[in-house]
Nanobody, 123 residues
Framework: QVQLVESGGGLVQAGDSLRLSCAAA????????MGWFRQAPGKEREFVAVIRWRSITDYADSVKGRFTISRDNAKNSVYLQMNSLKPEDTAGYYC?????????????????WGQGTQVTVSS
């Protein structure tokens, strides 16, 4: 079992930055690939970024070059640095843990999920 708790969301203006954090407790954190997903009202949950245990990363095209995912295995934490935020980035942001090594853009590959943190970007 892995418990995940997100923090760092808020209301910002377009062009601002935010840093989301996800703290994990439970089983060995470094064994898991950690992903960030987001979900806007009326839309499906969508992939944002993932970092594997060797710190190999992958990003959705919509955030590439603006968002950076990182992890600190000593602190059992994963982060999402979000720069140049746009109104279309407004969503609930969720971190998730997967023991799989493939298909990590698919939410179905993740077993553990946090409760989410809201990010709202005003124009």
């Amino acid at each position: 079992q892995v418990q995940l708790v997100e923090s760092g969301g808020g209301l910002v203006q377009a062009g601002d930055s935010l840093r989301l954090s996800c703290a994990a407790a439970g089983r060995t954190f470094s064994d898991y690939a950690m992903g960030w997903f987001r979900q806007a009202p009326g839309k499906e949950r969508e992939f944002v970024a993932v970092i594997r245990w060797r710190s190999i990363t992958d990003y959705a095209d919509s955030v590439k070059g603006r968002f950076t995912i990182s992890r600190d295995n000593a602190k059992n934490s994963v982060y999402l640095q979000m720069n140049s935020l746009k109104p279309e980035d407004t969503a609930g942001y969720y971190c998730a843990a997967s023991s799989r090594g493939y298909g990590l853009r698919d939410p179905a590959q993740y077993v553990y999920w946090g409760q989410g943190t809201q990010v709202t970007v005003s124009s």
